[in-house]
């Protein structure tokens, strides 16, 4: 699984430092081709001559070396995959403010691959509230996080803080990249935000909906290799550009996006808050209050989901979401059935850190046999990863 994948290990100073031999040693045992970033710091703890011997290459710590400057850019774009073990508690507060201030840093900071991190520090460093919240912060950017472990440290004490082994490292990259290929040449399609639905020439009515849970499950199917198509309502989040995208307005032309391209799809995941009502003939100019009251008719929308649901293959798999305030399972699993759909992602608005605009999210998963996952409250990055996760182990098709 790791042979041929280009590992950039960044080293920072921390004690830990010393696996880091171990570490180069067995991915290129694995067949990896690794390359070295160390910062200033780190030199003090391992030295650049064990691991440029070991992962035979030279070892980069300076962004100028005899007046060259470290092409910083191109090394994050080199690799398949960015880790940072040790990662020492300074290194982690620069990685959450972005501080620049090393080569180590730049490269980070340009990095267009993933980036994972194996933090090592003293227990009490470890539990420091800025700690955690740096932890928290990191992981809100998209880096992975490989948890410490639990055992005595530097100084002497027991608890949590330690670098995870080598050997545990290895097999998290190995399960990754296992992971980067469960839906490797197939078709995903996921619906995204909110739709606007036009009353005037200026007016519309929409909803909350700022499209970050469907953006997070389109870039958690494109980590694991599937072709991606979004079809998306207004939204001011960015957008990977790996991902296919159709940016649509109306539930009506949200509909025709998804009944067209469906035929080829294999999954099919139905996030987006789409309006159950429009108006037949919006005034093509804008209505001047002219009376006291306005009064104003609303057409059902054609539901998508229901539709994809009635018409899938054996071979399709259709996912909803519902977004309830009361019976929240009683009215999921209602959805479920009689939108045919296999799996349905209950959020409800009565947990606190679930719903529109927030980067977190609670959810609980209905499949159509009864079976029912329930999940803690999580960023919306997590969450993509537990529904990927329990579509993939728990399907039918
Ligand atoms: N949905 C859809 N097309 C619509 C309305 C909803 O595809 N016209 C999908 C949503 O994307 C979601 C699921 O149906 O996956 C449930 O949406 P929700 O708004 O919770 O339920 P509704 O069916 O609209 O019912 P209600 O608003 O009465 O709860």
């Known amino acids: 699984m790791l042979k041929g994948k280009k590992i950039l290990i960044g080293i920072t100073a921390s004690i830990a430092a010393y696996k880091s031999a171990v570490l180069v040693r067995l991915l290129k045992k694995a067949g990896a081709d690794v390359k070295v970033i160390m910062t200033p710091a780190s030199l003090d703890f391992i030295s650049s001559l064990t691991l440029s011997t070991l992962s035979k290459n030279p070892v980069l710590s300076a962004l100028f070396d005899n007046e060259t400057w470290s092409n910083h850019v191109s090394l994050g774009r080199w690799a398949d995959v960015m880790l940072i073990a040790p990662l020492s508690c300074n290194s982690l507060a620069k990685m959450a403010n972005g501080n620049c201030d090393n080569l180590l840093m730049a490269v980070y900071l340009s990095a267009t691959c993933p980036v994972v991190v194996a933090p090592a520090m003293d227990e009490d460093m470890w539990m420091h509230p800025s700690t955690q919240e740096n932890l928290l912060k990191i992981k809100s950017y998209g880096n992975h996080l490989i ?42 399609l996921i619906t995204a935000g909110p739709t606007y639905e036009p009353i005037d020439a200026v007016r519309f009515i929409g909803n909350h909906s700022s499209g970050k849970m469907g953006i997070a499950l389109a870039v958690e199917c494109k980590r694991r290799g599937a072709n991606v198509t979004l079809v998306c309502g207004p939204t001011a989040i960015s957008i990977p550009t790996n991902i296919s995208l159709i940016k649509v ?149």
């Not at 290895?170 to 990249?177: A, G, H, R, T, V």
């Not at 429009?278 to 539709?307: E, F, G, Q, R, V």
């Not at 909803?320 to 019976?327: I, K, R, S, V």
Request: aromatic share 8%; hydrophobic share 40%; charged share 25%.
């Open 147 to 188: 948890p410490v472990e639990h055992g005595e440290l530097a100084s002497g004490l027991i608890g949590p803080g330690r670098m995870a082994e080598p050997e545990n490292i290895i097999d998290w990259l190995k399960n990754y990249f296992e992971e980067g290929l469960q839906l490797k040449g197939k078709n995903v």
């Open 249 to 397: 307005t109306t539930a009506a032309e949200m509909y025709n996006a998804c009944t067209d391209n469906f035929d080829k799809m294999d999954i099919a995941i139905m996030s987006a808050a789409v309006a159950d009502y429009s108006i037949a003939t919006p005034a093509a100019n804008k209505i001047k209050k002219a009376s006291d009251d306005l009064d104003i008719h609303l057409t059902k929308t054609k539901d998508i989901l229901k539709s994809l649901g009635e018409k899938k293959g054996s071979h399709q798999i259709v996912v909803g979401f519902a977004l309830e305030t009361d019976h929240e399972k009683e009215n999921a699993l209602s959805k479920l059935h009689s939108k045919h759909a296999d799996f349905i992602v209950l959020n409800s608005l009565n947990d606190a850190g679930a719903g529109f605009g927030l980067d977190t999210n609670k959810v609980a998963i209905f499949d159509k046999s009864g079976r029912e996952f329930t999940f803690d409250m999580k960023s919306k990055k997590e969450v993509a990863f537990d529904i990927i996760n329990t579509i993939l182990n728990h399907s039918y098709a």
